[in-house]
């Protein structure tokens, strides 16, 4: 059925929020096995994260702009593993996995796949992400000419803006940036950025206007026929559990939960009015980057006995009251149990850097 109602639109676009974190930790997780971080294949794959990112911030500004509040606290938004990927029929089991080609083809592709020339908008049971964007738009479109849709003073809740988002490696700047949604023509435009790098009808292979940069559907066919090998993988178990890690490795993997989940914390914080969203993104780059990248990569230098290494769970945590401080106590746990981590988790143990979490 089409989307009927204002309330509708907004529980479709925190269900699409919904869907784009939940690509994220399947797409890291394989990242995080491919033996050589700066092979083709690997950074192929974290220009495909970025931009789900981008999509999430983006689904973001659409419920703000609409009435919503976009909820990054809410324990749907935080995916457990294995799940399946949200009102996609048929259903699709989504899984922490090492890399395979295998994998790329029966999984991520599925994710990514246009729809068919002509296909339909579908809001529920989507078989193409863009099928199921579509419908959102139409109904956009329809609500917003039956009356008022859009909130004035949405602007100050949305996280917009060029300077808050860079396309990394084998992106292009002119395939899309964060859009400030005040209109239809600017939802419009949203939802085109999230369609055309990836998540498109049809079988267009370029996101941008000068194609230089392949839509997600595109850079992962090139993995699956061998044009970009993945190369040598590591043996990370299938969604593994980090209370079966002995230490350190459970403790690193805890902490490695914990940066992962004060991200949606911050990611919370940076949608409510009068945020400092220049920190607060700055504390998104430095948990994604500077924080979960070393330490799920140190995770997969420890082998677990059994023929397999660590990695990180992305299993949900709970950070109390003051996630900062748990963070920090996390941290500093790790730097006395794994020294050669003393480096890298001392940013962690920083609390002003993460932005108010309150």
């Known amino acids: 059925m089409p989307i009927q109602t204002p ?52 689904a973001a500004n659409l419920l703000a702009a609409v009435g919503g509040k976009p909820d990054f606290l809410d324990p749907a938004l935080q995916p457990t593993h294995p799940g399946l990927l949200a009102h996609h029929r048929p259903a699709l089991p989504l899984h922490l996995a090492p890399a395979s080609v295998a994998l790329v083809r029966s999984t991520f592709m599925v994710i990514e796949r246009p729809g068919a020339a002509g296909a339909a908008p579908e809001a529920e049971g989507y078989h193409s992400l863009g099928q199921f964007y579509a419908a959102v738009e139409s109904a956009i479109e329809r609500l917003s000419a039956e009356g008022p849709l859009f909130v004035a003073g949405s602007e100050s809740r949305q996280l917009a803006g060029h300077h808050f988002y860079g396309a990394v490696e084998f992106d292009a700047a002119d395939s899309g940036d964060l859009v400030l949604v005040t209109d239809v023509a600017s939802a419009r435009a949203a939802i085109e950025v999230i369609v ?13 206007p000068a194609h230089q940069e392949l839509t997600h559907y595109a850079k992962l066919a090139r993995i699956a026929d061998g044009t970009v090998p993945l190369g040598s993988v590591l043996p990370l178990r299938i969604d593994p559990r980090s209370t079966d890690f002995p230490e350190p490795a459970h403790r690193i993997a ?47 230098t420890m082998p677990l006995g059994d023929g397999t290494v660590a990695g990180p769970t992305f299993e949900p945590i709970d950070l109390g009251p003051d996630p900062a401080r748990t963070l920090a106590m996390l941290a500093s746990e790790v730097a006395v149990v794994e020294p050669a981590l003393a480096a890298t988790v001392a940013p962690l143990l920083d609390g002003g850097r993460l932005g108010a979490l309150d």
Do not use: C, K
């Not at 902490?255 to 992962?260: C, G, I, M, V």
């Not at 220049?278 to 990248?293: D, Q």
């Open 7 to 58: 309330d509708e639109l907004r529980e479709h676009l925190a269900l699409a929020m919904r869907v784009e974190l939940s690509t994220i930790p399947p797409y890291l997780y394989a990242m995080y096995s491919i033996e050589d971080p700066r092979s083709e294949a690997a950074r192929l794959i974290l220009s495909i994260v970025a931009e789900e990112m981008l999509h999430v911030a983006l």
């Open 196 to 208: 055309h790098q990836g998540e498109g009808l049809g079988e267009h292979r370029w996101a941008d």
């Open 254 to 300: 805890a902490l490695a939960n914990a940066s992962y989940r004060v991200l949606f914390h911050v990611l919370d914080a940076a949608y409510r009015p009068g945020a400092a969203r220049g920190r607060l993104v700055r504390a998104v780059y430095l948990l994604m980057t500077e924080a979960l990248g070393p330490l799920a990569r140190h995770l997969t």
